[in-house]
């Protein structure tokens, strides 16, 4: 009997690592965010291409296997992002994490002229100035 029982601990610890690794919703736990100091004007070009550049990370990050870097320019104005899941996540998860992120970098750092996020299964970043890979 208490064989038994060890054998059915086992089997419910490898479905539930299991399912962590396959079908889990991404970790969104919190490990790190930053706001730049400071406010860019409310309805300025430089808002309005923080915004199209949140939406571009959000949009495209998943289809751009899961890191994706891209810069933009509106006026005289030229922003740098970065979008990055945990490669281990489904595409819905990597898109959810990706949401989770860029809700909390309008809301936690709204209007702030660079910021970013890093969340346990994804990362968000944006700045008013170059830079790449792991951050
Ligand atoms: C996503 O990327 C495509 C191709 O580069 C681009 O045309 C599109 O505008 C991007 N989406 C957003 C929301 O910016």
Redesign the pocket.
């Known amino acids: 009997m208490a064989s038994l029982k060890v054998i059915f601990l086992v089997v419910d610890i490898i479905t539930s690592c299991f399912f962590v690794s396959m079908n889990g919703f991404p970790d969104t736990t919190i490990d790190g965010l930053v706001c730049l100091v400071g406010k860019v004007p409310v309805d300025s070009d430089v808002e309005l291409l923080i915004l ?1 550049m949140l ?2 990370l959000r ?2 990050t998943t289809s751009h296997g899961y890191n994706y870097e891209v810069d933009k320019t509106m006026g005289k104005y030229h922003y740098w992002g970065n979008g990055a899941c945990n490669g281990r996540l489904e595409n819905v998860d990597c898109d959810q994490c990706i949401i989770a992120c860029s809700n909390l970098l309008r809301n936690s750092c709204t209007l702030s002229p660079g910021a970013h996020v890093k969340l346990r299964d994804c990362r968000l970043r944006y700045e008013p100035y170059e830079f790449h890979g792991n951050w």
């Open positions: 199209y939406d571009d949009e495209n």
